[in-house]
Structure formats: structure tokens, C-alpha cells
């Protein structure tokens, strides 16, 4: 890995600090201002290249898109974004409404394993038990993945406007959205009615009271 500068070094430390203290990332406004460069376009120069080295990981979507992977071993905040039905499809908010996140989740950075666009979901219903998905879980799930036939995907139905947790299977001109229960029949959709909005790549199991000691 090549030298960072100095400048490199003062937005690193200034990163990890402002995370630790607010629970989110600083503007590239705040950026500027706290580490003395002049111009948004240096700010925008030193993340570049601090996430080439792998320090950083960006949303350029997002003004506090920067994330600062953990060491092996360590966890992870993710923002729960909504709830989603592991049943009959339910309304949630739109898209827009999602950028903001007022809860954070801890995971295993095994989980998300540096991917980007990665985001939790806590789940409403009984539809994928036998996936060890139950009701009151939060699902991790990652945006822009690959999604394959069998997979477990969030899905936007858009003349519903509601969103449901199934195993997605492409079928030509349709898709099959499968339950995980032996109780409950699969979801039928013209192809074109579909939105795959992520792909599962984890899970955080709700312990039962009788659980806890």
C-alpha cells in the first residue's frame, strides 16, 4: 500500500472519530472544515484515493455515504431501513423515504464482508420459517446484488406499491415468489411487476424472553 499524506492521515482520524461520536459520517463539507482543505474537490481527491486503499468504502449516493470497515472479527453498524413482510405483502415506505435511518444494527463483519449498498430489514410474519426466518427477525440485506433463481430477495411489487421477503424464481414471462412454509401457497407475478430491491445475506434472530435469563 502506498504512503498516505498527512492530509490522508488527518481525514482518516477525523473520520473514525466523528463516527464514533455521532453513530454516522461527516459531510465533505464537515470533512473540509475540520481537516483545513480549502476546496470540496480536494476532499473529493483524498476519499478517492483513500478508497482505493482500501480505508474507506463510498455511497456516492448519499451526503454521509463513507463507511470505515472494521478489522476481522469485529461488528458492523448497519441502518434498518423499514420492515418487510415474510407473509402477505405489506405497504412500507418508499424508496426515498429509506436514506434515512433511525436505528442502527451490530453485526458480524463477517456478514457483510466489505460489500457496499448493505442495509437491514426486520421482518413481519411467519412466511419463511423453515428459511430460520421468523417474525421479528432483522434481515441483512445487500442492494444491486446478483440475485439468482432460488435465492432469498426483497421484492418491490409495483402495482401493489408493497414489498414482500420470498425465494425468488425467475419463470419466463413470470415470477415465482416462494414461502419457506408448508402452510402457505406461492405468490404468482408478471415479470414485469417485479422489483428485486435486495438480496439476503444475513440474519439477526429475535431471542424469546423464555431465552433470556
Known amino acids: 500500500m502506498p504512503p498516505r499524506t498527512s492530509t490522508r492521515e488527518k481525514m482518516l482520524a477525523f473520520l473514525q472519530t466523528y463516527r464514533q461520536r455521532n453513530g454516522y459520517a461527516p459531510t465533505m463539507r464537515e470533512i473540509a472544515r475540520a481537516c483545513g482543505v480549502r476546496s470540496l474537490s480536494a476532499v473529493q481527491f483524498h476519499l478517492e484515493r483513500l478508497e482505493r486503499d482500501g480505508l474507506i468504502r463510498r455511497d456516492r449516493e448519499k ?5 470505515l470497515p472494521p478489522p476481522e472479527g469485529e461488528r458492523e453498524a448497519i441502518p434498518v431501513l423499514g420492515a418487510i413482510a415474510a407473509g402477505r405483502p405489506v405497504s ?37 420459517v423453515d428459511a430460520l426466518i421468523g417474525d421479528g427477525d432483522i434481515v441483512i440485506m445487500q442492494a444491486g446484488g446478483e440475485v439468482r433463481s432460488g435465492d432469498v430477495a426483497a421484492c418491490w411489487l409495483k402495482e401493489q406499491q408493497e414489498v414482500t421477503l420470498k425465494k425468488v ?8 415468489l416462494q414461502p419457506c412454509n408448508p402452510y402457505m401457497m406461492p405468490i404468482y407475478e408478471r415479470a414485469e411487476n417485479v422489483e428485486v430491491q435486495g438480496k439476503l445475506i444475513g440474519v439477526v434472530r429475535k431471542v424469546p424472553p423464555s431465552a433470556v435469563l
Open 63 to 67: 451526503s454521509r455515504g463513507i463507511a
Open 92 to 128: 412500507v415506505p418508499d424508496a426515498d423515504t429509506w436514506r434515512t435511518a433511525g436505528e442502527w444494527v451490530d453485526v458480524p463483519h463477517a456478514i457483510t464482508q466489505g460489500k457496499n449498498a448493505v442495509y437491514a430489514l426486520r421482518v413481519r410474519g411467519n412466511s419463511m
Open 169 to 176: 424464481y425467475f419463470e419466463r414471462d413470470r415470477v415465482r
